[in-house]
């Protein structure tokens, strides 16, 4: 069955960098479009990035753009997000998700989070 | 301030039907299939609802999803205590080329 799951999260000072990771397992990895998202202490979930099944082709919300870089490798069976600058209000729960549809994205499969927090 | 527009909360008895709502625009749910998502908190989302109305396996016909125009509504009979959650909508942005969620509604059973 798929399984997803996020590491890497953890306390980090402002203006840090953190990797975070989402290992794979339980279908062809290479064939899907993957997402992260997250959620902030008391928000709404906040999509945040998407990466095509090829790599090819990556997509940022705007509150993102230029700090986070989305990558995976597809020997790993890995999905990755670089976090770069980090700021306080990227405190919060990232999740991956797996994209199962062909269509618009639908987010079939979603790991069990990993929480970053941004404090000095 | 999001970008799909639902009511931060709705409310009905067990066994009652609610429905939530969700309003966008052109560049999102008029031209792109929205999906539903279930949240309870510390537990990953589900999703409950694809491409506009599909039921992924394993989703039980109490929940439906339709779309009309530049809004869409998850409707969910047979209400149970288990559906407290949190719902979403999302879809994509063909203006942003980005995905996109709303606000989410907390749904409460009485």
């Known amino acids: 069955q798929v399984h997803l799951v996020e590491s890497g999260g953890g306390v980090v000072q402002p203006g840090r960098s953190l990797r975070l990771s989402c290992a794979a397992s339980g279908f062809t990895f290479s064939s899907y479009g993957m997402h992260w998202v997250r959620q902030a202490p008391g928000k709404g979930l906040e999509w945040v990035a998407a990466i095509s099944y090829d790599g090819s082709k990556k997509y940022y919300a705007d509150s993102v753009k230029g700090r986070f870089t989305i990558s995976r490798d597809s020997s790993k069976n890995t999905l990755y997000v670089q976090i770069n600058s980090l700021r306080a209000e990227d405190t919060a729960v990232y999740y991956c998700?797996?994209?199962?549809?062909?269509?618009?994205?639908?987010?079939?499969?979603w790991g069990q989070g990993t929480l970053v927090t941004v404090s000095s | 301030q999001s970008v799909l527009t639902q009511p931060p909360s709705v409310s009905a008895a067990p066994g009652q039907k609610v429905t939530i709502s969700c309003s966008g625009s052109s560049s999102n749910i008029g031209n792109n299939y929205v999906s539903w998502y279930q949240h309870l908190p510390g537990t990953a989302p589900k999703l409950l609802i694809y491409?506009?109305?599909r039921r992924p396996s394993g989703i039980p016909d109490r929940f439906s999803g339709s779309k009309s125009g530049t809004s869409a509504t998850l409707g969910i009979t047979g209400l149970q205590t288990g559906d407290e959650a949190d719902y979403y909508c999302?879809?994509?942005?063909?203006?942003?080329?980005?995905?996109?969620f709303g606000g989410g509604t907390k749904l409460t059973v009485l």
């Open positions: 491409e506009n109305n």
């Open positions: 999302g879809t994509w942005d063909s203006s942003l080329s980005a995905g996109v």
């Open positions: 998700a797996k994209d199962d549809c062909t269509t618009t994205s639908c987010l079939g499969y």
